[in-house]
């Protein structure tokens, strides 16, 4: 596969792995709402958070939007949105990497992005999720006028690269149905089963796809005979049951070529997939979000938000509820909003001051049942939260050891994540961490036992080693982490467990 080569190509495909990790720390006094909701606010680089969130979310986001800086001056002061398209290919490239990584195998990234740097994206997205798990490039029309004073062409539309994590576990769902589709079924024959739509008993196929043409005789003595080039929809049994059930319309004369009637009532609430241009009317343009965004804050100065009913599409097609969103380029809020408002979990990720000065403000005023954008649409009454996190020192040292302060629950999490490649969902307050693949983890650090002497409960006994088994029940392999071992090689072998020394053995990245 082709790939796409600039200055820095070597050291920015390896810049994903060198991130250090670091804690996410909480900041209680911004939490919003109900804290305990399970949804993340973010305030730092968002290289580094998302660095931070592997060893929690590592494959369990649904879906991803990110609205990258497009390399125009027209993002927040704190992004240098003119780069050079090297550096801007050496920004997005280790990003969509742990991205790739957060995803679900069933999940979807979806990219807004314009034509300055579309087609780099493309072929650096080819690269990392695989070009066969592309799904589509929908195009955005954002604005609904023509720029009479463009030099070249006027620019009214952007694109959102879609991709899946894995095409095969994945589809998008259907868009709902909307009156103006259920108003073309009527029913003006009063059948039983309500108002019905006349659609063809045949199809026109070619080659390999064509059914053998047949001629069936209608209850009515009406002769029918699939016309020539086409191929029969349904084979001689369906057509009779159908008869039989009046399911079958030939005209208000009942002399027309015959149609089947397919009924309202048996159609699913959702309408036709969705199409790959979407325009203003149906998803809204940047007037409309800039609007949104000055009656929650007049003084927001990101000047390229995107309108909400264009993230409640995406959102749409992408989740259920109680799917988890992440934006880790949240600038206004819009993408939280509108997943907090349609009752999914969500992580956004801005960086600077915005976070705290833009954003939370916006979330604050969701939860309080704010009315404006989607929220009638979705019947939005207010509720829920969020807590609130900064980035925190490295988890390790530059020379890979554990740094000082460091908790048990973060270390756990950590050696869960490095072992199993999972993200950690065990307990925080007990060593046994869990078993993955017939394998038992357990952490002795940090006094974790209670004992809080010098090495206290940090070193592997025979007694110990037998409360572990007796506590959990497991009685299979296991590996353990702690600060040196009492048992001996052979009785390790014995007892099937794997010591491994901390800070030694445990890998920073």
């Known amino acids: 596969m082709p790939i796409l080569d600039w200055m820095t190509r070597g050291e920015d495909v390896r810049a994903a792995a060198a991130v250090p990790y670091r804690l996410l720390e909480a900041v209680p006094m911004l939490d919003g709402g109900d804290a305990d909701a399970a949804n993340m606010l973010i305030q730092g680089d968002n290289l580094d958070a998302l ?15 990110i609205d990258p800086p497009y390399n125009t001056r027209s993002a927040f002061e704190h992004y240098d949105d003119n780069l050079e398209h090297s550096q801007w290919l050496a920004m997005i490239y280790p990003r969509l990497v742990l991205l790739r990584e957060l995803l679900a195998e069933d999940g979807s990234i979806w990219v807004s992005i314009d034509d300055n740097e579309g087609h780099y994206l493309k072929v650096v997205m ?31 539309h952007d ?3 879609i991709y899946a994590a894995n095409k095969v576990s994945w589809r998008p769902r259907r868009l709902p149905r ?3 589709m259920n108003a073309r079924y009527r029913n003006p024959d009063n ?19 064509r059914e053998k043409a047949f001629t069936f005789t209608f209850k009515n003595g009406f002769v029918w005979t699939t016309p020539p ?7 001689a049994q369906s057509l009779e049951r159908m008869d039989a059930n009046d399911e079958i319309w030939f005209g208000a004369d009942g002399k027309a070529q015959p149609s089947r009637k397919t009924f309202l009532s048996d159609l699913s609430a959702d309408g036709p997939p969705s199409p790959t241009v979407w325009l203003h009317s149906d998803v809204g343009h940047n007037h409309e979000a800039r609007d949104e965004v000055k009656r929650i804050s007049p003084e927001d100065p990101f000047t390229t938000p995107k309108p909400e009913r264009l993230l409640q599409r995406i959102i749409h097609l992408a989740t259920l509820p109680g799917d988890l969103v992440l934006d880790s380029f949240l600038g206004s809020g819009t993408t939280a909003a509108v997943a907090h408002k349609m009752g999914r979990r969500w992580i956004g990720i801005e960086m600077g001051d915005h976070a705290e000065t833009h954003c939370k403000p916006r979330l604050d005023k969701v939860i309080a049942g704010e009315q404006g954008g989607v929220s009638e649409a979705v019947g939005w009454t207010g509720g829920g939260g969020y807590r609130y996190y900064r ?11 554990i740094a000082d302060g460091i908790r048990f629950a973060t270390l756990a999490a950590h050696i869960w994540f490095s072992e199993t490649g999972t993200p950690f969902t065990g307990a925080a307050y007990t060593p046994m961490l869990g ?10 650090y940090n006094g974790i036992l209670g004992d809080r002497s010098v090495s206290g409960g940090n070193v592997l006994t025979a007694a110990l080693l037998e409360r572990l088994r007796a506590e959990s029940g497991w009685n299979g392999p296991m590996t353990v982490y702690g600060e040196w071992s009492k048992l001996g090689a052979a009785r390790l072998a014995e007892a099937q467990v794997v010591f491994k020394q901390t800070p030694y053995d445990v890998k920073a990245r």
């Open 51 to 65: 660095k931070a969130l592997l060893p929690y979310y590592k494959g369990a986001v649904k879906c991803i939007y």
């Open 126 to 156: 080819d690269e990392v999720f695989g070009r066969r798990n592309f799904v589509g490039s929908a195009i955005w029309q954002k604005k609904y006028t023509v720029a009479n004073d463009a030099t070249w062409l006027s620019d009214n």
């Open 159 to 161: 694109h959102i690269m």
């Open 178 to 180: 909307s009156e103006e």
């Open 191 to 209: 059948h039983p089963k309500g108002p019905w739509k006349a659609t063809p008993l045949y199809a026109k196929r070619s080659g390999s796809e």
């Open 229 to 235: 080039g086409a191929s029969p929809r349904f084979p």
């Open 391 to 401: 980035l925190g020192a490295p988890v390790f040292e530059a020379d890979g050891h």
């Open 435 to 444: 078993v993955h693949d017939g394998m038992a983890y357990a952490l002795l």
